[in-house]
Each structure stands twice: as structure tokens, then as C-alpha cells.
């Protein structure tokens, strides 16, 4: 009896993929959504009394860890718009959380708690309040602060410089920008003085070169009597913002005050950087992308990538083969931003077809 080994080669190949199809579908599956928003160290206590209740101290935790999710993803003008929101519509969109600590000291119960939330529900309950929210995504700022006494004509850039002193003192665990303040050197300092003049219309970029940062803001503080001036200077890569703003009775010397302005200026920063990152959850483009399923690092990754990307709404595999595996993706924005946000990632495709190929 003659065996044809070119048939069992071909029978054995066959089984084989659909075998590591069969691997990548299950396996690969546990993560097809969008990722969660996952909130951590949560830090909660509570006098350990008569009536104590540990499941009202982990209801405030939700509520918490809530409320700093939003602050990092929703513009401070739209916060006050769910301020309300019920503890019952919080826990639904709860996928799930971790007690990672708790302890009794001195009669009083502490918790630390991680929460994560369903990114997609998220998502539906703000749009539900008309609400668009920003990418959680982190960035750096080279942060220039220079106070400029009008009265004296004079610019304090380390010394004497509250706003410089007690801007990193400030920091909130929901803030996404992250400040590098310049060091003190006396080389900038005199760069910096010389160009007193014509400062508003100095580009810094002698300094901010030094730093190896495309990302900075110059904020310049125009002291009257009473009154500060702050002119804010964006530049993200090639772009360039300017903003003014005015608080009137503040003194800068004051502790207190410096703060207050700190605060202040911190928000408005936060807001541009979310309005420039801001996802328009009411575009839900559907693409349909065939990858090949012979290359299963190259798959992990691109699922690793479309689970970490925000704009990314959802996404599941709708077929395979023994050739491709075949994606169904939901997209916040248009085909253009997918394919840059993509590119950045090094996943590129042929989307000459309906079916988009990844190359």
C-alpha cells in the first residue's frame, strides 16, 4: 500500500492552523474591547464604631475613584453637569475592583482600593449627558514660569519667584500633564533678561532646545499694583497657542495667593490639553480589518494596540480562516485619524478594498 505523504503533509498543515486559529480566537478573546479605565490607590478610612459599615466605605471609594476618572477625562466646564450622579449608575459601570489594602489602626479602618471601569459604558453614560471626553492620555511640558514687575522693570525667573517655587507642590493624582520646571542657570537667566524688552515675543528656543522637550509653556506674569496678567505660550510640536489671562487682587508674594493662581492656571491647562485630545464618541465608524493569522506576535500586538487605544470603541474577531483572521472594529473619529493613530503604532494597511489588510 502506497502512502501519498504530500496529502498527510497538507491534512497535518491544515489541522495546525486551524488548531492556532482556534488559540487565537479563545485566548486572544479575553481581551477583545476596549481597554477599562483602571483607578488605583484609592485611600479611604473611617472610625471603626458601633455602627460601622465596611460597605459603605467601599461605596465612597467608587464614588472617589469616579470622580478622578472624570476629572481626567472630562473638561472642567462639563464636570458640573454630573454632579449628581447616583451611586447605582456608578457601580453599573463598574467592571471590577481590588482591595489591596486594608488595616485597623487606633480603632480607625483603612482601605486602598483599585477600580476599574467598563471604558464602554463610560463612554455611553457621558454622551448620554452630551458630554465628550478626552483620551487619558498623559503628557510632558517644559514649564517656564517669569514674573515681570512692570513697576520695577524687572524679571524674576528663580528667585523670589513663588509661582516657580510652589508649582510642582500642587499635583493631583488626576492631572495628565506632567511640568518639568528649568534649572537654575545663571547662563539662562542672563538669556532671558536681556531680552527683557521684547519678551512677549521671544520664542525661548534657545532654552527649551536644552531640554530635548517639543513640548513647553512659557507663562509670563505681568505685575501691576493689584492686578496679574498671564500670558501662556502652548507649543505642541509645530503648534503654537496663545492664551491671556487676568486675576485681578492678587499679590504674588503671597503663599497663599501664588497657589490659588497655580491651581487656576493648572485647569485651564488640563482643558486645553483634553480639548485637544477630545473624542467625538458620536462617530462610530465600523472597519473591517484581515490580518494574518501566521504571524501571531504581530496579532498580539495589534489587539494590544487597538485594547489601549481610546478611540477605539470596540472590537471584536467576526471570522477566521487558515489564512486571516478577521477583525470588526468600531472607531470614535474618521478613517484618516485611525489610520495616523495606527501609524504611529507602526501598523499600516492596504485600504483599497472594503476589508482593509494589515500589512
Known sequence: MKINNKNIHSKFLYIFFIFLSLILFFFSTVNLSAKAFNINNIEISK???IKFDKNEVINDGFK?????LISSIVKSTDQIKIDNVELNEIKGMIESFTIKEEKFIDDVYFVNLGVSFNKKKIFSF?????????????????FVPIIIDE????????????????????????????????????????LIKDR????????????TDKYFLNDSIIALFF?????????????????????????????????????????????????????????????KLPITVKASSLDNSKITSFEKILGNTDLIYNFSISKFDRDFIYYQIIFNGTPNIFLKTMGENKFFFNTQNRTWILK
Open 47 to 49: 472610625p471603626f464604631e
Open 196 to 207: 527683557y524688552e521684547f519678551i512677549e515675543e521671544y520664542d525661548f528656543k534657545e532654552i
Open 223 to 283: 505685575k501691576s499694583k493689584n492686578d496679574v496678567r498671564v500670558l501662556s505660550r502652548i507649543k505642541i510640536k509645530d503648534d503654537i497657542n496663545i492664551k491671556n489671562q487676568s486675576f485681578k487682587n492678587i499679590d504674588l508674594n503671597d503663599n497663599k495667593q501664588s497657589i490659588k493662581i497655580i491651581n487656576d492656571l493648572k485647569i485651564i491647562y488640563e482643558d486645553y490639553w483634553k480639548n485637544m485630545n477630545q473624542i467625538n464618541t458620536s462617530i
Open 64 to 68: 472617589r475613584a469616579f470622580f478622578e
Open 126 to 142: 457621558l454622551e448620554s449627558k452630551n458630554i465628550f471626553p478626552s483620551a487619558l492620555s498623559k503628557k510632558k511640558f517644559l
Open 151 to 190: 513697576k520695577e522693570n524687572d524679571l524674576l525667573i528663580f528667585s523670589k519667584n513663588k509661582i516657580f517655587d510652589n508649582w510642582n507642590n500642587t499635583n493631583e493624582t488626576f492631572h495628565l500633564i506632567d511640568y518639568i520646571l528649568l534649572t537654575e542657570d545663571l547662563e539662562d537667566i542672563n
